[in-house]
């Protein structure tokens, strides 16, 4: 029996290509609509188009989509959805309110996986433990915000605001699906959102940060920092212990891409108590974001079970962040959302894979 195509996984002249064979063109735009404008998964609800083409649809064709398992709400209203893929893996999505002084919405994020697990190990993450084990399809990486707005719409009143790939996986080793739910998700025949509210990250994969610099969809970068120094940051992220992506390597990528972009980079750093959060470390850090335009987003960390590493008392914090406001280093703190949930990233979904 022949294989169907699953249609979520094609881009945009694939699909084309694919309804081409029997169709005249103008079909290809109603069926992407239906898939992305309008969020269906069924051929039957596709109202607008002939009986022949839906036989075709049924015989061919497959939607592969995300069936939420598990729900959990944080007292801070943080949400996390555990979610089966078709090949019974298990990925985690996280939707982030926040809420302004009156308890109006402010911001609505969702963090989306990319990856079952993670190749990269990095010893402070939970989904690192995992190792890899899938690629998600654009398909399933755009399910995950689809489904999440259609909460936010229904329990907070408000369509979601900010995208970020912070969940399961390194966004960089699945590009293409990565930029291929990027942009359903801000076509205007799309999910229509702005584009300069997604952010993708990255543990620091320097030779994808430069094709990053000249993708026609501009997207925000954040770059997964946690050590200005070799020997300190190769401990903790295998990565970096590559000439190709060690620190040396990462610094000249960014100032690729921000002179190509004309963006800023956003710099992440989780502080962990007696590691990275010393002034001395703070001094190095200012040294290494001055290269190009950017920001450096403190962040308390969650602890994991079994991982070592603690969170920074709120002295060291302060102490690093004077260090770093002397040298005019532009710096926010983001703290911990959802801590009476398996809030860190991987948590929940480690759980149910290993059965922990
Ligand atoms: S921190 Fe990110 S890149 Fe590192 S192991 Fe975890 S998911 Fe992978």
């Known amino acids: 029996m022949e294989l169907k195509t699953d249609l979520l996984?094609?881009?945009?002249?694939?699909?084309?290509?694919?309804?081409?064979?029997?169709?005249k063109k103008f079909r290809a735009d109603q069926l992407y609509r239906w898939l992305w404008s309008h969020g269906?998964?069924?051929?039957?609800?596709?109202?607008?188009?002939?009986?022949?083409?839906?036989?075709?649809?049924?015989?061919?064709?497959?939607?592969?989509?995300?069936?939420?398992?598990?729900?959990?709400?944080?007292?801070?209203?943080?949400?996390?959805?555990?979610?089966?893929l078709r090949s019974g893996l298990q990925i985690e999505t996280v939707l982030i309110p926040d809420f302004q002084d009156d308890g109006t919405i402010n911001r609505l994020t969702v963090c989306v996986s990319s990856q079952v697990g993670c190749a990269m190990a990095c010893s402070?993450?939970?989904?690192?433990?995992?190792?890899?084990?899938?690629?998600?399809?654009?398909?399933?990486?755009?399910?995950?915000?689809?489904?999440?707005?259609?909460?936010?719409?229904?329990?907070?009143?408000s369509r979601i605001s900010n995208i970020v790939f912070m969940?399961?996986?390194?966004?960089?080793?699945?590009?293409?699906?990565?930029?291929?739910?990027?942009?359903?998700?801000?076509?205007?025949?799309?999910?229509?959102?702005?584009?300069?509210?997604i952010t993708v990250s990255t543990v620091g994969l320097a030779g994808k940060i430069k094709e990053l610099a000249h993708e026609p969809i501009p997207v925000n970068l954040a770059v997964s920092?946690?050590?200005?120094?070799?020997?300190?940051?190769?401990?903790?992220?295998?990565?970096?212990?590559?000439?190709?992506?060690?620190?040396?390597?990462?610094?000249?990528?960014?100032?690729?891409?921000?002179?190509?972009?004309?963006?800023?980079?956003?710099?992440?750093?989780?502080?962990?108590?007696?590691?990275?959060?010393?002034?001395?470390?703070?001094?190095?850090?200012?040294?290494?974001?001055?290269?190009?335009?950017s920001k450096v987003n403190l962040i308390m960390y969650n602890p994991v079970d079994g991982l070592g590493f603690s969170q920074s008392s709120e002295k060291s914090l302060n102490s690093f962040i004077a260090r770093l406001v002397e040298d005019r280093v532009r710096v926010t703190v983001r703290r911990s959302r959802g801590q009476d949930i398996d809030a860190a990233c991987g948590q929940l979904a480690v759980k149910h894979q290993i059965g922990k």
């Open 167 to 197: 969940g399961m996986g390194e966004p960089m080793l699945n590009y293409d699906a990565v930029l291929g739910s990027i942009e359903k998700l801000t076509a205007k025949d799309g999910m229509c959102l702005a584009s300069r509210r």
């Open 9 to 23: 996984s094609l881009s945009r002249t694939e699909l084309r290509e694919w309804v081409e064979k029997t169709e």
């Open 40 to 84: 269906v998964r069924s051929f039957d609800e596709m109202t607008n188009l002939p009986e022949s083409f839906r036989t075709r649809l049924h015989q061919e064709a497959e939607l592969k989509t995300i069936t939420l398992t598990q729900l959990q709400q944080a007292t801070d209203r943080t949400v996390k959805f555990l979610y089966s």
């Open 225 to 293: 920092l946690h050590a200005p120094f070799d020997e300190k940051r190769s401990s903790i992220m295998p990565v970096n212990r590559k000439a190709k992506t060690d620190l040396d390597a990462l610094m000249d990528s960014i100032v690729y891409y921000t002179r190509t972009t004309g963006r800023q980079v956003m710099y992440e750093y989780c502080m962990f108590q007696g590691f990275n959060d010393t002034v001395a470390d703070a001094a190095e850090l200012s040294k290494l974001v001055a290269k190009a335009p």
């Open 124 to 157: 402070f993450c939970a989904t690192g433990q995992m190792g890899f084990l899938e690629n998600l399809t654009a398909g399933e990486i755009f399910d995950q915000v689809w489904k999440a707005n259609e909460h936010a719409e229904e329990h907070f009143g």
